[in-house]
């Protein structure tokens, strides 16, 4: 529009900045769009012009990966042992939830879930025993990310831990995650106290042989069709999975029925199920996992494909970087905590359960689950804002996932790292919280924006690449 | 104050604008036993502010742009942990409020772009060192640019402009405080008539001044283009200068064109002339400070104040006006009539300058009764203005009638005060350069350091006028008289018992029509005791006779 046409037009105006502005336009009855701005992270220098000059070629890049995003077809196919079936798994090997972390530097509830896994292995007679053995170089640990694996907060999976498998029938590759334990004093959040081992084997021995035996009786269950519709009925799969432990529990309960064999063991299975709103959890993480694995190593694309934390660093994984690990501090969520709980009592973000953000879910689609809107300030529309926040950073909408709010608009899929750092916009992640000390368990629920060091250095590395 | 102890906090990645951490900065400002705070992003440019005003910590040389710090300076550690906790609850506030917002605001121009397609201005008012990027993404989006923000670099600038103007599009600013395009005002700007006269200004208080002028008047604006001080530089070369200025030529509403500014560069004065010639309507210019000659010479009719210049602009759109009903006829009848508009025109042009003197000479005789009040030893003046182009125009005037004046942007180098908190002999401020505005709002809307410099002055016995501007309109204080009588009020009792009359001066930049209503906001301060002139220049002839007759000018200058 030229000068004269301006002249000639109603002035329409974005307003970029003072907020004052814009109230006097709207004092005056001009049409106006305030925008939220925020700086750009701080780059080494050039980074910015190198990303510039190949914006074109990341595009592509991205537009590549985001299809393969989107044309993940995750399947649940079964359920065995962690040493049978998980690349790289050995007896004396523990996956470990985020970024790699040595047992010194790992956070109370990790190291809890550590010690509780090794007593639960037999690896060790007594607590003690198992701090011993674990700082003595004799087990080794690694991130479950580094094994096509997932798991909620400290995510400790060992050996004997029956595991979910799951296969991308579009691309071949799989994910695996353990069962979810319910609430209460469990591994997860670092209690290794006698009655979390003792819930863990009936896990080995009962529940284990049941599910195993079901899922040969339904064959491979479409996940991505479960989550689309959850999203439906109020789940976004991360902190919210009633919906989908639901609509699982009524595929499996049949064959439960018909192959367990006791009675009351598919009773006691199907009371589990049904006693734990994040049975599903361990499922819709994988299946992110599945999905967003296809898309790795995609040369120059800046979207991520993992985001993790390991209860004391962030960890971020670009499709376009390989696996280079960018990582900076992990910070403590902003949450409501449980009765007798506060902010002090809170460790830092945890868990590789951020994989649902990373692929669309969770706080990304927070819009579609009001039940849950008291953890981001209370009003659905608080809500549908943060939602509607994350489709400036990302770089597809999914095209199974979908808002109702929304006139079923896809979630906003696929972090575009560029997009993070040149928009100042992170990643909105909500998550449980875990106790800081091993054992105590989650404290409270609440969101938290992922810290923008680990996207810039992302962006550097990927810049090298370039 | 040296030994007393700096707290800081720094908070990792936490962006707030900087006017809520300006209101948040004032808010614990205020707090028992705080000597000195500041509340600012942690960039270079804040940096060296904390380190210049003694608010520097060690930790806070690390910290980087997107990291908020908090200083507090006072003798109790136990305060300073109190102001972190207050802070922290402010900020609360502002977020939950934000968030809370029905309306979603998007966090890109595309994306501002989605919900308001067919948007086609775009009004940047964000830390210079941001803006320039925001501008130029906002001008690939096609959309025309005001840009509010200072201190964007000029190579910028240049850029935005350059490629502006090759797609067709208007960059107002840098710097540019004020525009009115289609009748709506943007940012510092005053609600005035719609008519013909069509404004392009390098100086953003002058075109308040000339619009609210034209407006007072009963004849109107049809756009007020700002261009920012900059553009009329050899570096940037006028370019939407000219580009608005042919807009105006090119514009079917516009009939009069004005043109205000501060002397162009050379170079950018003659393709400005060469520009100009081809315009086929009137013009007015008016280059304060600058050689009219080449002007007139080239038929442009000029003026040496914003006041002559407005009311010719009028004068000459009414005689615009009628001269439009003459298509109707023909003929003898039509040259009869062509030459009867003709000396009307003149006529119209002449009473403008009658007018003037007349005014002048009123003034001249009033600032004779005003100085017999005064005591022996009054004799300087203390201009504190909020705008610059007043503070330029102020002391164009004064040195004519009275002679050199002191300023932090004085006429030459040699009068460049030493220290801008300290006046010399007469003296104007312009409170709104740089030293005075960083991490503080806008004079024109935060009024405590000039009421504070009024109450320092007020003190100096040889001080005989303070001479002051008051912008109202769209973006400026909305209670101008609560904020400033006061210190009129104490400024004159301070002086009254010493024995002294203080001589308040000031101009109302503005209209009726403005929320702040002028009317309203000159019976105030008259009821206060200051003496309000209809203009600027008014008001500085006013003061500039005062100190002539008290003996106060001299230092070069003055007749």
Known sequence: MSINDLFNNELKVVNIGLKSFKEDLERVNVRSVHMDWKPSFDLAPGVMDTLQTHSSEIEKANEKAVKIILNGKPFLTGIEKALEVIPGMKKNLILHAGPPVTW??????????????????????????????AASGEVEFSPCHEHRTVGPMAGIVSASMPVFTLRNEEYGNSAYCTMNEGLGKVLRYGAYGEEVIRKMKWMETVLYPVIKKALVKTGRIDLKNIIAQALHMGDEVHNRNRAATSLLYRLLAPAIIRTAGDPQDSARVLEFIHGNDHFFLNLSMPACKATLDAARNIASSSLAVVMTRNGAEFGVQLSGTGDEWFTGAAMVPDALFFPGFTKADANPDIGDSSITETNGLGGFAIAAAPAIVQFVGGSANDAMNYTLAMYEIAAGENNAYQIPYLDFRGTPTGIDAVKVVEKGILPFIDTGVAHKEPGVGQVGAGVLSAPPEPFSKAVEGLAKKL | MADVPVFGVIKKGEYFDSVTLMLVAKKIGETEGVVDSAVVMGTLENKSILEASGLMTAEFEKARDTDLLIAVKTGGKEIAEDVFQKVDIYLKDVRKSDRSALEFSPKSVESALKLMPDANMALISLAGKYAGDEAMKSLRKGLHVMLFSDNVPLEKEIELKKYARNNGLIVMGPDCGT??????????????????????????????????????????????????????????????????????????STNVILLVSKPPHPDVLKKLLGHIKKVRKPVVAVFLGGDND?????????????????????????????????????????IAMLMREASRYMQGLESVAERLKTSRSKIAHRAFDESKKMKTGQKYLRGLFSGGTFASEAQLIFKELAGEVYSNIPLKPKLKLKNPLKSERNTVIDLGEDEFTVGRAHPMIDYSLRNKRIMEEALDPEVAVILLDLVIGYGSNMKPLEDIVPAIRQAMQTAAGDGRRLAVITSVTGTDKDPQNRAAVIKGLEEAGAMVMTTNAAAAQFAGHIVKILGGGRLGGGK
């Open chain 2, 294 to 334: 080449l002007l007139e010479r080239d038929g442009i009719h000029t003026a040496s104040t914003l006041e002559e210049a407005a009311l010719r602009a009028v004068a000459i759109s009414k005689y615009e006006a009628r001269y439009e009903n003459l298509n109707d006829v023909s003929g003898e009848m039509k």
């Open chain 1, 104 to 133: 010194e530097k790992m956070c109370g509830p990790m190291r809890g879930a550590v010690i509780g896994a090794l007593l639960y292995e037999g690896m060790a007679d007594n607590p003690e025993d198992a701090r011993k053995k």
């Open chain 2, 179 to 252: 525009a009115i395009i289609n009748g709506i005002p943007l940012a510092f700007a005053n609600a005035v008539n719609r008519g013909d006269i069509g404004v392009v200004a390098a100086a953003g208080t002058g075109l308040q001044e000339v619009t609210s002028i034209i407006s007072n008047e009963g004849a109107g604006i049809s756009q007020a283009i700002g261009t920012g001080g900059r553009d009329m530089k050899k570096e940037v070369g006028g370019m939407m200068f000219i580009e608005g200025m042919n807009a105006l030529a090119r514009d079917g």
